[in-house]
Nanobody, 119 residues
Framework: QVQLVESGGGLAQPGGSLRLSCAAS????????MAWFRQAPGKEREFVCD????????HYLDAVEDRFTVSRDKAENTMSLQMNSLRTEDTGVYYC????????????WGRGTQVTVSS
């Protein structure tokens, strides 16, 4: 089991920035990939970005690629998401997720942190 706790959400103005963090505990040696997903009100959850735990290789949703940066700290078992140039459409609950293998899907999820972008 891997436990995940997100932090850092809040309110930002359009064009502003927020930084999210996800702390992993438990069987962290099994982590293959960590990811951020988000769910806006009335919409389905969508993939935002991921990072391979060992290589650090990243992958982004097109809509955020030039504005968001995902990183991880293997020593601290944390993943961060730096979000710049925020837009109102970035509003939603952001979830951290972990996959233990390349084809296992995301097996572990955090409870989410709210991000609201509004003037």
């Amino acid at each position: 089991q891997v436990q995940l706790v997100e932090s850092g959400g809040g309110l930002a103005q359009p064009g502003g920035s927020l930084r999210l963090s996800c702390a992993a505990s438990g069987r962290t040696l099994t982590i293959n990939t960590m990811a951020w997903f988000r769910q806006a009100p009335g919409k389905e959850r969508e993939f935002v970005c991921d990072i391979k735990w060992n290589s650090g290789r990243t992958h982004y949703l097109d809509a955020v690629e030039d504005r968001f940066t995902v990183s991880r700290d293997k020593a601290e078992n944390t993943m961060s998401l730096q979000m710049n140039s925020l837009r109102t459409e970035d509003t939603g609950v952001y979830y951290c997720a972990v996959a233990s293998g390349p084809r296992t899907g995301y097996e572990y999820w955090g409870r989410g942190t709210q991000v609201t972008v509004s003037s």
